[in-house]
């Protein structure tokens, strides 16, 4: 069973960088779309972006300038930092699986989810 | 960016009930349409994706239909375990979207 596992700090101070890492057990890292999704408070679902596990990243624009991913495939992890966050940032963030098939990406694993609030 | 919307934004019903939750993209997402179900404090768990494909595991109540920019989810039979916020999801181009969310409750 895939399972994927958030896990960073609940509290971050505005202005500062935002690090979260997601870890996958029970299957590879490889051959999908790592993504993260987060749902400020009362909010949709906004998807942050994507890393392939080989690297290649898919952000969305309006945080682009601030988002950066990564992938260690010898950990089965893979990470998000967001700088310079704002009270704005504070929702619960999400990590999950994309998996393609006949160019459709959808995401069937996600992990629970980790509030993260900016506040000083 | 496409912009998905839900209606109806909440909904009551009862057990047994059929119930159908519609999704209206801005512009056409053909067959780029992924349905999900959420319970507080749970991981969002997908019941179908590309318009009509149930997801492996998902029970056979669950159906999905539509083309181009409006979409249904249909759930034949309500069951207690039923009772969450549904969300569909845009994957035809980036940035991904989603809908705002139909929350079903008890009646």
């Known amino acids: 069973q895939v399972q994927l596992q958030e896990s960073g700090p609940g509290l971050v101070k505005p202005s500062e960088t935002l690090s979260l890492t997601c870890t996958v057990s029970?299957?590879?890292?490889?051959?999908?779309?790592w993504t993260w999704i987060r749902q400020p408070p009362g909010k949709a679902l906004e998807w942050i972006g994507y890393?392939?596990?080989?690297?290649?990243?898919n952000y969305n624009p309006s945080l682009r300038s601030r988002v950066t991913m990564s992938v260690d495939t010898s950990k089965n992890q893979f990470s998000l930092k967001l700088n310079s966050v704002a009270a704005a940032d504070t929702a619960v963030y999400y990590c999950a699986r994309g998996k393609e098939m006949s160019r459709v990406i959808y995401f069937d694993y996600w992990g629970q989810g980790t509030l993260v609030t900016v506040s000083s | 960016d496409i912009q998905m919307t839900q209606s109806p934004s909440s909904l009551s019903a009862s057990v047994g009930d059929r119930v159908t939750i519609t999704c209206r993209a801005s512009?056409?997402?053909?067959?780029?349409l992924n349905w999900y179900q959420h319970k507080a404090g749970k991981a969002p768990k997908l019941l179908i994706y590309?318009?009509?494909n149930l997801q492996s595991g998902v029970p056979s109540r669950f159906s999905g239909s539509g083309s181009g920019t409006d979409f249904t989810l249909t759930i034949s039979s309500l069951q207690l375990e039923d009772f969450a916020t549904y969300y569909c999801q845009q994957i035809y181009s980036t940035p991904y979207t989603f809908g705002q969310g139909t929350k079903l409750e008890i009646k």
């Open positions: 512009q056409s997402v053909t067959k780029y």
């Open positions: 590309a318009v009509s």
């Open positions: 029970g299957d590879s890292i490889n051959g999908y779309y």
């Open positions: 890393i392939y596990y080989g690297g290649g990243t």
